[in-house]
């Protein structure tokens, strides 16, 4: 499966901004999906995951009540909200694809798309 990320830019410190994730390929819905970040000179880090069928979710408490994972396999898309932003919420932001874990944890993930920056300015 092939991932593109996209809908990033910049944005103040409260704002809004939604991020989106187009899958190619192989059957979208096969596949868990889940948001990674990475802020310059940091390691990249779990923000959220969803299940197959968008049932269930799952978020790092740094942007639990913040962030909203969701999905819509008849587009092969999933999305992002991200309300209140913070300024610590900056990164490049990517999607990635597992087949077998509902995971937090970036090694059961199969597939990777390009980032998309995310930058809230104070």
């Known amino acids: 499966v092939q991932l593109q990320a996209s809908g990033g830019g910049l944005v103040q410190a409260g704002g809004s901004l939604r991020v989106s994730c187009a899958a190619s390929?192989?059957?979208?819905?096969?596949?868990?999906m889940g948001w990674f970040r990475q802020a310059p000179g940091k390691e990249r880090e779990f923000v959220a995951a969803i299940t197959r069928s968008g049932t269930s979710t799952y978020y790092a408490d740094s942007v639990k009540g913040r962030f909203t994972i969701s999905r819509d396999n008849a587009k092969n898309t999933v999305y992002l909200q991200m309300n209140s932003l913070k300024p610590e919420d900056t990164a490049v932001y990517c999607c990635?694809?597992?087949?077998?874990?509902?995971?937090?944890?970036?090694?059961?993930?199969?597939?990777w798309g390009q980032g998309t920056l995310v930058t809230v300015s104070s």
């Open positions: 390929g192989r059957t979208f819905s096969s596949y868990h």
């Open positions: 990635a694809a597992a087949l077998n874990s509902f995971a937090s944890d970036k090694y059961y993930y199969d597939y």
